[in-house]
């Protein structure tokens, strides 16, 4: 059972480059996140979907887009990177809204 | 809108010993989660606190909740090595949204 599964694992971009992050999900749930972690601010939510097809800003939404075609993909999108965009970043799903939410194992993104 | 704020940001403790990590939010939760992150890894869910007085144990780790105090504790019991990592809670606000603190670097020494 591959649980959640992020890809890539590392990414280097140039400034202004666009970029896709993919989350794969094998547990038919219906939420999934994403989320960004930086050093010293803890993991802070980019957006969210509360199943396929509906999608919803999180705390930190600016520059990022996304989309849930199929239930089991969660895609993350960086329109034009930013330096500040570097962090590392997680996905998240979960079968209910209560319930623990399970992450991948994250994906390293440098922009330069 | 939730804040979350964990206490200490810190710990460094000896074998043996018990301590309490402190998670404090600003308005109403109506869930809890605790979870924990080693090193270059991801978040394992550790506990989720569903409703106020909850109380859950795992092995020597121990969570509550106290929704009128807007507090929840991590109580750990005769630490060991393999108990350091960096733990988070996290609370919840319109219904889904998940706000973590900033989480607790615990390393247990000899």
């Known amino acids: 059972n591959a649980g959640v599964t992020q890809t890539p694992k590392f990414r280097v971009l140039k400034t202004g480059q666009s970029m896709t992050l993919l989350c794969a999900q094998d547990m038919n749930h219906e939420y999934m996140y994403w989320y960004r972690q930086d050093p010293g601010m803890g993991l802070r939510l980019i957006h969210y979907s509360v199943g396929e097809g509906t999608t919803a800003k999180g705390e930190v939404p600016d520059g990022y887009n996304v989309s849930r075609l199929k239930k089991q993909n969660f895609l993350l999108g960086l329109e034009s990177a930013a330096p500040s965009q570097t962090s590392v970043y997680f996905c998240?799903?979960?079968?209910?809204?209560?319930?623990?939410?399970?992450f991948g194992d994250g994906t390293r993104l440098s922009i330069l | 809108e939730l804040k979350v704020e964990q206490n200490p940001l810190f710990l460094s403790m000896q074998e043996g010993k018990n301590y309490t990590i402190y998670c404090n939010y600003s308005t109403t939760s109506d869930r809890l989660y605790w979870y924990r992150q080693d090193p270059g890894k991801s978040l394992e869910s550790l506990f989720v606190l569903l409703s106020n007085g909850a109380v859950k144990q795992e092995g020597r780790l121990m969570a509550s909740l106290d929704t009128k105090a807007r507090l929840s504790t991590l109580h750990i019991t005769a630490a060991v090595h393999d108990l350091s990592a960096t733990y988070f809670c996290a609370g919840v606000y319109n219904t889904d949204k998940l706000i973590f603190g900033t989480g607790t670097r615990l390393q247990v020494f000899p």
């Open positions: 998240a799903s979960t079968y209910y809204w209560a319930g623990p939410q399970h």
